[in-house]
């Protein structure tokens, strides 16, 4: 994990890359009320918002709510506020993967999946493994 | 009616009964399906970032050259689907973008995002009709009870997608009754299987393919179709196990009394 | 010339004193002076003395806005025996001072601003505003409390008064309620009075089952056509007496009084103290209407009432004043499936609430679920549902009402079944209004509701509860609840009528399509448009006790207008050069009021004399907006105080 990071610049650059307007947010928590991966996270969806808004990228960047999203938009189509926080944890998860070798899936890394899935590794489909990589890697 | 068709990488490999029953049905139906020439693979997730251009062009690519041959892209795995239409509305939407994209690729002219994307169940929807569809099925699937299972990508973010009420969707239940069976609508049908987590926290694909499994079962349902491959593979691989999942072509291909080599053979 | 510092609001930015010297030279300019406080009262004689003193023809003040001090200068100069319509203000502080940093650059405009309204003024010519008769007769349009309260207050002044309501009964939204916060008096009871009042007053005429079809005129002499639909039971008749509805063999209709939840008659009454206690045929619904093979209500009907055979019929009558009380629907929630509401007959609005708890709704107050009607262990309410959204189906503001009903509705619940446990979600709880906190935070402290911070993100129903998922954004943590009824709070929206009925007034309204308001905080009863008035929710969200007040309030303006004999125009309205109208009805289609008619008249135009079809100007219904004078081609039509002469000298002065 980065351990200087310039919190205000990180946060502008995470709002311009998600698109979404935190200001907009009013707080209803809507989005943690949706997702449906809320008991796995550390910090939830609402408070990416709040902590982009408050410039608290540090403590985002060392979440693990990261990986656990799973892109599936339903705090974006639900919040009445268009506020988008699935682009705003995706804004943070390129973030962390951005500098090299913080790739959280590599190709040597796979058989480790795979084994565990014994004979039913060869069910895998190719669209499991691409957005895998592409959730995981640079 | 002619469509350029992108069929994408799982639909060539693992899911290739979702592809076949798809053309076979197509011919019966009077849909004229072309593959785009090299197509490349979609990227499986939509970029969400958007400084991201590299990741958005072979969509585009796919998109340019609907556009060329002047005619609709029909698309059929949900992952792609959701990817395409949402480069496209990029491309439609976002100036900077566009600018970025057309210069990366180089059309003869501009691309705005002219091509319009569409699913395969919006064909049958809009184009042929599920009441044309109803009078074509030879083999009616009396009996059947089915859950449609929509997952995430095809239904959200419906603000670019589209595609039906987000929330109580009825596209899958009127393409179930129009084949003869009974639909069955459970609560769970548009909340995630687990999706590309299934590689890594496999105990979370669990959980959720098993609620939807579960829901779709406690409602009554006796198997569940999809559209998406993902989806597919969790229910199937991390469900309950309660339910047999198919792909809604093969479905359709059956009603319509289609032959087809592989998934059909299959029992249900 | 008297140019106004406004204290530091317009010399903090202009230097007045350089305004002054620099107008002192502009053409037939006699005084420049300039004050503190032109408005002030020794400032307005001065004013007076030196209209007398310098046998003064105009003046300009270069002051505030007209909006606000154009009335003060007018009246100075009549006292003083000007022609009031010989002031110009220009306007130094709203489009000068106020958006300006630079001093220089703000001294140069203001004195480029001062300059126009002199070159104006030195073409202004004394105008005399016309007067109108007042017909002394006010129509209310719908017949909710809001509608009931300003009727009776116009009335009670002694004035006469009709209302009219679209569905078969007088009561609106407020006979459906059960209780009322925070007092929780009984809603009917405090209600059913005033409906009965209303039904009795001498002055006060009832047009129920009956919409506004037209409106034509102006402040003091409308025109209305109300068209009066086919009971299909005649009203001088009908004794009440219940039988046909009885026997009515058409009895699976929804009840739109119950909200769905329970069925009615084709014939009907939409509820016991309806007023009038006459039924209606829902004509749709009506076996005789729909096969012709029927007619049971008819043949039990003892006092020959039931008429298969009566027809619309439109009522022409004179109104000097219109109030708009149109009132409030809950919004569709077709596009909160989240929440489950099409999908479940368990999760319900809180009007359909309302309905549940009340004694004469369809479970004689039973709360039980639509679905088994089984008595509810947990209830979880769902606050904003659609209010405060900017997203495409839901409504940008707050709609003020639920916060607290919810919490008369969580009350009601642990009051009468101790046994539930009750769930409020909520983004914020706002109370403002007498009481309203202390109500509940009774709610929260001696009831032992559950408030919980967190918008619900998914309601399923399974296995026969509502799986309701959410977030405790307090206590950070994720709360799923297996509740047996939910409850949605859903925004509220103005009438859907009332947008077809805002053209018909030429009333303005905002994007919600709430009527807009002559002034949002000095004139919040009054439409811009003169002679219509504004009642209830039709102008923004409000509860009971705001309702009636702004009814009273809106009762008083109505009695001010009719308590006149004439009322003076605004002289500053369009008028026809007929010799340069070429009769191309561009004006006429232009006008937004109606003011413009074309009629045959002779001309004398270059020596020669003939009939022309030309433009004329309907001075009391025109509003002076001068659309006409924009549009005509020929430059015929020309606004009074505003001529394009005087508008070309404007530009000309600034330009200079």
């Known amino acids: ?104 899936l590599t190709p040597e890394g796979l058989p480790k999946f795979i084994k565990d899935l014994g004979e039913d590794a060869e069910k895998i489909p190719q669209q499991l493994l691409a957005s895998a990589f592409r959730k995981y890697s640079r | 009616m002619k469509f350029s068709y992108f069929p994408g990488c799982t639909l060539k490999t693992k899911a290739k009964e979702l592809d076949s029953a798809a053309r076979g049905a197509a011919e019966v139906l009077g849909v004229e399906i072309e593959e785009l020439d090299e197509w490349q693979c979609c990227g499986a997730v939509y970029p969400l ?12 690519r796919a998109l340019i050259d609907a556009k060329r041959k002047g005619q609709d892209l029909l698309t059929l795995c949900s992952a792609c689907h959701h990817v395409i239409k949402r480069v496209n509305d990029d491309m439609k939407t976002d100036a900077d973008m566009r600018g970025k994209v057309n210069n990366y690729v180089q059309p003869e002219a501009p691309y705005e995002g002219e091509t319009r994307v569409v699913h395969y169940l919006e064909m049958l929807r809009d184009n042929v009709g599920f009441g044309e569809i109803k009078k074509l099925v030879t083999n009616p699937l009396k009996d059947r009870k089915i859950g449609a299972y929509y997952g995430c990508m095809l239904l959200r973010p419906s603000s670019v997608m589209s595609f039906d009420n987000p929330e109580n969707p009825r596209i899958i239940e009127d393409f179930i009754s129009a084949i003869g069976a009974e639909p069955v609508i459970y609560p769970y049908r548009n909340e995630c299987c687990g999706g590309y987590l299934a590689l890594e926290d496999r105990g979370i694909s669990k959980d959720m393919s098993s609620r939807v499994m579960r829901s779709a079962a406690k409602a009554g349902a006796d198997s569940i179709i999809t559209a998406c491959p993902l989806c597919l593979y969790n229910l199937n691989e991390n469900g309950t196990g309660e339910l047999p999942v198919r792909y809604f072509t093969e479905l359709l291909a059956e009603a319509l009394g289609v032959k087809s080599e592989g998934g059909l053979a299959r029992a249900c | 010339m008297f140019v106004c510092w406004c204290g530091s609001n317009i010399a903090a930015t202009v230097d007045v004193e350089a305004v002054t010297e620099a107008v002192r030279t502009e053409p037939g300019v006699v005084v420049a002076t300039n004050s503190q406080y032109m408005c002030s009262e020794g400032w307005q004689s001065s004013i007076r003395n030196a209209v007398a003193e310098h046998k003064l023809t105009g003046i300009v003040v270069c002051a505030c806005s007209p909006r606000m001090h154009e009335p003060t200068f007018r009246k100075a100069a009549a006292a003083a025996g000007m022609n009031p319509y010989m002031v110009e203000i220009a306007n130094i502080r709203e489009q000068c001072s106020w ?24 073409l202004d010519k004394p105008l005399t505003a016309g007067e109108s008769p007042v017909t002394k007769r006010a129509l209310v349009i719908g017949g909710g409390i809001a509608g009931i309260q300003t009727a009776l207050d116009i009335a009670d002044a002694g004035y006469e008064v009709d209302i009219v309501e679209k569905s078969p009964t007088i009561g609106g939204k407020m006979a459906m309620l059960d209780k009322t916060f925070p007092t929780l008096d009984c809603s009917a009871c405090i209600l ?47 004794t009440g007496c219940g039988v046909c509805m009885e026997k009515c063999p058409s ?54 009432a039931v008429d298969y055979e009566q027809q619309d019929e439109i009522v022409t009558k004179q109104y000097g004043a219109i109030v708009a009380a149109t009132g409030f629907n809950p919004i569709k929630l077709d596009n909160f499936d989240e929440f489950a509401y099409s999908q479940s007959p368990d999760v319900i609005t809180s009007l359909e609430f309302e309905r549940l708890c009340n004694a004469a709704g369809p479970t004689k107050g039973h709360v039980v679920r639509p679905s088994d009607h089984e008595e509810p262990k947990t209830i979880v309410f769902v606050q904003c549902v659609g209010s405060r959204s900017t997203v495409d189906c839901g409504k940008t503001y707050c709609s003020k009402i639920c916060c607290m009903y919810t919490a008369k509705h969580a009350m009601l619940l642990r009051e009468k079944y101790p046994g539930t446990e009750v769930y409020v979600f ?31 993100g998914k309601v399923a129903p399974e296995d026969g509860h509502l799986r309701v998922q959410a977030s405790d954004l307090i206590a950070d943590k994720q709360i799923i609840i297996d509740a047996d009824l939910v409850v949605l709070a859903p925004a509220i929206e103005p009438d859907p009528s009332a947008r077809a009925l805002g053209t018909m007034l030429t009333a303005s309204m905002d994007t919600n399509d709430f009527f807009t308001e002559a002034h949002p905080k000095l004139r919040p009863v009054e439409s811009p448009t003169a002679g219509i008035f504004l009642s209830g929710v039709c102008q923004g969200p409000k509860d009971i006790p705001d309702t009636v007040a702004q009814a009273g309030a809106a009762a008083s303006k109505v009695i001010g207008l009719l308590s006149k004999d004439k009322l003076i125009g605004n002289p500053c309205v369009a008028e026809c050069n007929e010799p340069l109208c070429n009769g191309c009805s561009a004006c006429e289609l232009v006008c937004p009021y109606g003011a413009i008619t074309y009629e045959e008249k002779p001309v004398f135009d270059h020596g020669v004399r003939e009939t022309r079809r030309v433009a004329s100007v309907n001075e009391a219904l025109c509003q002076g907006c001068g659309a006409c004078t924009v549009t005509c081609p020929s430059g015929a039509m020309d606004l009074k105080g505003f001529t394009n002469l005087q508008i070309m000298a404007e530009v000309d002065a600034i330009c200079r």
């Open chain 1, 1 to 104: 994990m980065p351990v200087h990071v310039d919190e205000k610049k990180w946060a502008a650059d995470i709002t311009l890359s998600s698109g979404a307007n935190v200001k907009k947010c009013m707080k209803c928590g809507k989005c943690s009320g949706a997702c449906p991966n809320y008991a796995e996270m550390d910090i939830h969806p609402h408070k990416f918002v709040s902590m982009i808004n408050d410039c608290d990228v540090s403590a985002l960047l060392a979440s693990k709510s990261i990986w656990k999203c799973l892109s599936c938009f339903a705090c974006v189509e639900r919040c009445p506020r268009d506020v988008k926080p699935a682009n705003i944890i995706e804004a943070v998860r390129t973030r962390v993967l951005a500098p090299q070798g913080q790739n959280r």
């Open chain 2, 49 to 60: 970032a958007r400084d991201e251009i590299a990741t958005r062009l072979s969509a585009a």
């Open chain 3, 99 to 122: 958006i300006h940093k630079d001093k220089p650059e703000a001294t140069e405009k203001a004195i480029i601003l001062a300059r126009a309204a002199v070159a104006k003024l030195n």
């Open chain 3, 192 to 238: 059913t009075p005033k409906m009965v009042d209303a039904a009795a007053a001498e002055k006060i005429s009832l047009y129920t089952y009956s919409e506004v079809e037209s409106v034509k005129g102006f402040v003091g002499n409308f025109t209305v056509e109300i068209r009066k639909h086919a009971r299909s039971v005649n009203s001088e008749l009908c």
């Open chain 3, 251 to 304: 009895k699976k209709t929804k009840s739109e009084f119950n909200q769905g939840l329970s069925n009615r008659s084709a014939i009907y009454i939409p509820f016991a103290q309806a007023i009038p206690n006459v039924p209606v045929i829902d004509r749709e619904a009506c076996i005789k209407f729909q096969t012709g093979k029927c007619g049971v209500c008819e043949k039990v009907c003892t006092a020959k």
């Open chain 3, 426 to 456: 909520y983004i914020d709880v706002r109370t403002p209004g007498k009481s309203f906190d202390e109500f509940y935070r009774r709610a929260v402290e001696e009831y032992n509701v559950h408030y919980v911070k967190g918008m619900v």
